[in-house]
């Protein structure tokens, strides 16, 4: 089993910055990827960015490149999305989520898939004001 703690969140203004941790427990040696989801008010949830641990491949929604960067810190077993000029559309709740590894190589699309993640986080707030 692996535990996902979400932090970091809050209120920021349009044109800001945040940076949200992701701090893993557990069986962290299993972990095959680590990714990052949001889900809007009255919307489904949304892949945002993952990255693969063996690798650190990085796979991202369109809407966020040259914004948001995610990256690992490998002695805290902690992913880090880095969110730049912020806009109110990215507003939502952000939730963590990790793959397990399953023998198997996976192709980088698949960080992308909600249903290849075993584990998830609480979520964390994120809103921003226009």
């Known amino acids: 089993q692996v535990q996902l703690v979400e932090s970091g969140g809050g209120l920021v203004q349009d044109g800001g910055s945040l940076r949200l941790s992701c701090a893993a427990s557990?069986?962290?040696?299993?972990?095959?990827?680590s990714g990052w989801f949001r889900q809007a008010p009255g919307k489904g949830r949304e892949f945002v960015i993952g990255?693969?641990?063996?690798?650190?491949?990085?796979y991202y929604k369109d809407s966020v490149s040259g914004r948001f960067t995610i990256f690992r810190d490998y002695a805290n077993n902690t992913v880090y999305l880095q969110m730049n000029s912020l806009k109110s559309e990215d507003t939502g709740v952000y939730y963590c989520?990790?793959?397990?590894?399953?023998?198997?190589?996976?192709?980088?699309?698949?960080?992308?898939?909600?249903?290849?993640?075993?584990?998830w986080g609480q979520g964390t707030q994120v809103t921003v004001s226009s």
């Open positions: 557990g069986s962290t040696f299993s972990i095959y990827a």
């Open positions: 990255i693969r641990w063996s690798d650190n491949i990085t």
């Open positions: 989520a990790a793959q397990q590894t399953k023998g198997v190589y996976k192709s980088a699309y698949r960080m992308a898939l909600a249903a290849e993640y075993d584990f």
